[in-house]
């Protein structure tokens, strides 16, 4: 059942109640899975599947979160940060890349571990090439998250990683692509 109430347009939107019931849904069905997730998660193997769930329910809540509540470029870099800085020091960077009507990306502020503290890159930079990016590619053509096979992120967090990168989508439309990044050795 979805709760709608009029804004000041006129157009209907989903109540604060519901978003805050729906969010609320979707991070205690992560934590139910990232337990479940630590009971099953076989020592000191990196790899193993169990160790990438735990990325992929992290950024999946954070997804549903971005689903829930308007996605502008005034707050975002906020966002990232706020999903980014709570997380282990598996997670080595996270940016939402927000999409144009032809599915370029404008604005993508990149959040990532710098020694002990937190940087900010803009990944939208032309010397980027963001566009051209297979983490950003694959899920905008596909419609699916997607895992990439481990890479060095030359321009962006200058290590070797793997990227999580999950397409947002509302009403229908991918508008964002979200990820999370974990270094590799």
Not at 4 to 17: D, E, F, N, R
Not at 116 to 126: C, F, G, Q, T
């Amino acid at each position: 059942m979805t709760i709608l109430k009029s804004t000041a347009s006129g157009v209907c939107a989903p109540s604060p109640i519901y978003r805050t019931k729906s969010l609320l849904r979707a991070m205690a069905y992560a934590v139910g899975l990232l337990l479940v997730v630590s009971a099953c998660k076989k020592e000191n193997d990196q790899d193993d599947l169990n160790s990438l769930l735990v990325y992929e329910v992290a950024l999946d809540a954070f997804v549903a979160d971005l689903q829930a509540q308007p996605l502008d470029s005034a707050g975002l870099s906020n966002r990232v940060r706020d999903y980014l800085a709570p997380q282990s020091g598996s997670f080595f960077g996270a940016t939402v890349a927000l999409l144009d009507s032809t599915r370029k990306v404008y604005y993508s502020p990149y959040w990532y571990r710098l020694n002990d503290i937190l940087a900010l890159k803009n990944l939208a930079d032309p010397a980027y090439q963001i566009d051209e990016q297979e983490w950003l590619r694959r899920p905008i053509d596909s419609g699916y998250a997607i895992w990439t096979e481990p890479y060095f992120d030359a321009g962006g967090g200058e290590v070797w990683m793997r990227t999580r990168a999950v397409p947002v989508v509302i009403n229908s439309e991918i508008v964002a692509v979200a990820t999370t990044d974990v270094k590799v050795q």
